[in-house]
C-alpha cells in the first residue's frame, strides 16, 4: 500500500506502479524548479497532482489563500508547478506516457464554478494543445475539490487525517 501525505491529507495511490512525493528537496538538492506534490506512474498514464489544503485545521490564514486564488494570483503558480515538474521528469528519461494533472483544492466554501472558471484560467496558462506540436502538453488538467477528487477517483484515495480513520 503506497500512502503519502501532504500536511493533513492523507493520499492512497495503491492502485499505481509507483507513487512519489515529489516535492522533496532530496531529490532537486538546491533547484529552485518548482514542483507539484506528488507524481504517480500507472500503465498509462503518469498522473500529477499538487495540494492546496486552507481547510487544514491548522492552516495559518485561509483567507489570504482564497484571494490569492479569487484574485486570479494562484493560477500561474500553478502551471508553473506543472512546467517545471514535466520539464524535471522528460530531463531524467521519466516523462514517456500522458500526463494528467490534478490541482486538489481542499477548500468546502469555495462555489463549484469559481473551480471551473480557475480550471479554464488554468487551461489558458497552460495550453493542453498546439498546432506545432505533436504531443498534448497534458492528456487532462482538472482543478477538483476533496469532495470531487474523492467522487473521481473513489471514497478511499484520500482522508483527513486529523478526522481519525
Same mark, same amino acid.
Given at each position: 500500500m503506497t500512502l503519502l501525505s501532504e500536511d493533513d491529507l492523507e493520499f492512497d495511490f495503491s492502485d499505481a506502479i509507483e507513487a512519489v512525493r515529489f516535492d522533496d528537496d532530496a531529490l532537486h538538492g538546491q533547484s529552485t524548479m518548482k514542483r507539484v506534490d506528488f507524481i504517480a506512474e500507472y500503465e498509462d498514464r503518469l498522473v500529477f497532482v499538487e495540494v492546496k489544503d486552507p481547510d487544514n485545521p491548522v %492552516?495559518?490564514?485561509?483567507? %489570504?489563500?482564497?484571494?490569492?486564488?479569487?484574485?486570479?494570483?494562484?493560477?500561474?503558480?500553478? %502551471?508553473?508547478?506543472?512546467?517545471?515538474?514535466?520539464w524535471f521528469r522528460a530531463l531524467s528519461g521519466k516523462a514517456g506516457k500522458p500526463v494528467?494533472?490534478?490541482?486538489?483544492?481542499?477548500?468546502a466554501a469555495l462555489d463549484p464554478a469559481l473551480l471551473l472558471a480557475k480550471q479554464d484560467q488554468l487551461h489558458r496558462c497552460l495550453p493542453l494543445n498546439h498546432k506545432d506540436w505533436s504531443l498534448p502538453f497534458a492528456q %487532462?488538467?482538472?482543478?477538483?475539490?476533496?469532495?470531487?477528487?474523492?467522487k473521481q477517483f473513489g471514497p478511499h484515495t484520500v482522508r483527513r487525517i486529523s478526522a481519525g480513520a
Open positions: %492552516a495559518t490564514n485561509p483567507e %489570504a489563500f482564497r484571494q490569492k486564488l479569487v484574485s486570479g494570483n494562484l493560477i500561474p503558480e500553478l %502551471a508553473g508547478k506543472y512546467r517545471d515538474s514535466l494528467h494533472y490534478i490541482v486538489l483544492l481542499s477548500m %487532462a488538467c482538472v482543478i477538483l475539490n476533496l469532495d470531487q477528487y474523492k
